[in-house]
């Protein structure tokens, strides 16, 4: 069990603080009662201390600043919804946060303020350009799909989902909390791999959002364009999740296997170790996020989600 886990009362009570010091959710306990705890330490083994605070710190921010969108600003005022991004994307480039600002605004700023210490500066340059961009995608699905109600057509969902889905922010907290930055993140292994845990995650969250109000979805998607009923939309889509997740264990089984040859002598390793122990804990985050998902509240009803190795 993760709640035995050494590292469980440290990092409640840690993400608690930053929940409550910031006003992010009105039931801050409630809020963790989501299991989001566990899945860090699932995701994370090994990380301890600030590095593992800081990355848990940031996946409850992104998440619930994506609550906050798509929910509290639904009916808000386009000025509204502008006022805040403009804000969000003013801390990130380095501004301080103000007293009115909104309370994911002044999270943001600690987070900025805190991470920035301790990662390499060029780590910071693509997770800034990355979050910003998310950001901005989170905006485009709020006000082209969720405020009109409107279903996306599978090009449309292609387009922006990969970038909405946020999971190559999660690639990038993987970094954070084990000290682990990959050099290869631009090469064709690593962007592989990438693509495909991105498609993981976005595909296991859409298929436990089933019934929940939520249409910017893989199966909603596909229905519209192909006139397939919902179950057959999401049968399809539970197929493209199983490709997905193979296609994953073939191109980790191809960054190994250079590493153990490197180690052999037979030949250089394209890659670095520390690309390696990346690609293995993208390995387990995947894994911690299919299990967390198919048992949290936070999916209701929870979808049944094959759990695989």
């Known amino acids: 069990m993760i709640e035995t886990d050494t590292r469980y009362p440290g990092l409640h009570r840690a993400v608690l603080a930053f929940l409550e010091r910031h006003a ?4 801050p306990l409630g809020y963790l009662d989501h299991g989001y705890v566990t899945l860090f330490l699932a995701a994370w083994r090994g990380s301890t201390g600030e590095p593992l605070e800081l990355a848990a710190c ?20 386009p000025k509204a919804v502008g006022q805040l991004v403009a804000r969000l994307v003013d801390v990130l480039d380095g501004e301080s946060a103000e007293q009115g600002d909104h309370p994911t605004v002044r999270a943001l700023a600690e987070l900025v303020r805190r991470t920035f210490t301790v990662m390499p ?22 006000e082209g799909y969720v405020r ?3 279903t996306p057509t599978l090009r449309e969902y292609v387009t922006l989902r990969p970038i909405d889905g946020g999971m190559l922010l999660a690639a990038m907290w993987t970094e954070l909390a084990l000290q682990c930055v990959t050099p290869d993140w631009t090469s064709l292994p690593v962007n592989s791999l990438l693509s495909c845990f991105s498609e993981i995650g976005t595909l296991t969250n859409d298929l436990a959002a089933n019934g929940q109000g939520d249409t910017f979805t893989a199966q909603d998607a596909l229905a519209r364009t192909t006139g397939l009923s919902a179950e057959q939309a999401r049968q399809r889509v539970g197929q493209q999740l ?11 089984m191809a960054v190994r296997a250079d590493a153990i040859a490197d180690l052999a002598g037979r030949y250089p ?4 170790p520390d690309t390696v122990t990346f690609a293995l804990a993208l390995d387990r985050f995947r894994q911690a996020l299919t299990d967390w998902t198919g048992t949290s509240s936070r999916y209701q009803p929870a979808a049944l989600i094959e759990r695989t190795s």
């Not at 992010?24 to 039931?27: E, G, I, K, N, T």
């Not at 940031?58 to 005022?77: H, P, S």
């Not at 997905?244 to 191109?251: D, M, P, Q, S």
């Open 121 to 142: 500066e060029d780590w910071w340059a693509r997770y800034a350009s990355e979050l910003d961009a998310w950001i901005r995608a989170a905006v485009d699905k709020l």
């Open 269 to 272: 390793a394209p890659l670095s």
């Open 148 to 150: 009109p109600r409107r």
């Open 242 to 252: 199983e490709a997905e997740k193979h296609r994953f264990a073939w191109l980790l």
């Open 24 to 27: 992010l959710h009105h039931d």
């Open 58 to 77: 940031w996946g409850l921010l992104v998440w619930r600043l994506d609550d906050v969108i798509d929910t509290e600003l639904r009916d808000a005022a």
